[in-house]
């Protein structure tokens, strides 16, 4: 049973950074894709960026050029630094993993419970 918390939320004044942690724990054989998502009061979640299993990235345009996600080499850690945060980046940011059993071809998907940033004067 894959269980997925995130961490590194907080209050940080515009221009400052941040820089999350997703770490995927349990009897995990495999992890695929994995992103962060964030979602605003008043708003839907939406996608922040992702990185596939193969390193591969993408980002919302809103946040390019100044949120980097990575993974570390165990592939159980993922990370999103975030740097010139923006009021506008306020939001609930939610860690989200597809996972695959051993001896299964089916991949599974996984929340977090979400940690808050706040950008604030």
């Known amino acids: 049973q894959a269980q997925l918390m995130e961490s590194g939320g907080g209050l940080v004044q515009p221009g400052g950074s941040l820089r999350l942690s997703c770490a995927a724990s349990?009897?995990?054989?495999?992890?695929?894709?994995m992103s962060w998502f964030r979602q605003a009061p008043g708003k839907q979640r939406e996608l922040v960026a992702a990185i596939t299993g193969g390193d591969s990235t993408s980002y919302a345009d809103s946040v390019k050029g100044r949120f980097t996600i990575s993974r570390d080499i165990a592939k159980n850690t993922m990370y999103l630094q975030m740097t010139s945060l923006k009021p506008e980046d306020t939001a609930a940011y939610y860690c989200?993993?597809?996972?695959?059993?051993?001896?299964?071809?089916?991949?599974?998907?996984?929340w977090g419970q979400g940690t808050q940033v706040t950008v604030s004067s």
């Open positions: 349990g009897s995990i054989y495999s992890v695929g894709k």
């Open positions: 989200n993993a597809v996972v695959y059993y051993r001896g299964s071809p089916y991949p599974h998907d996984y």
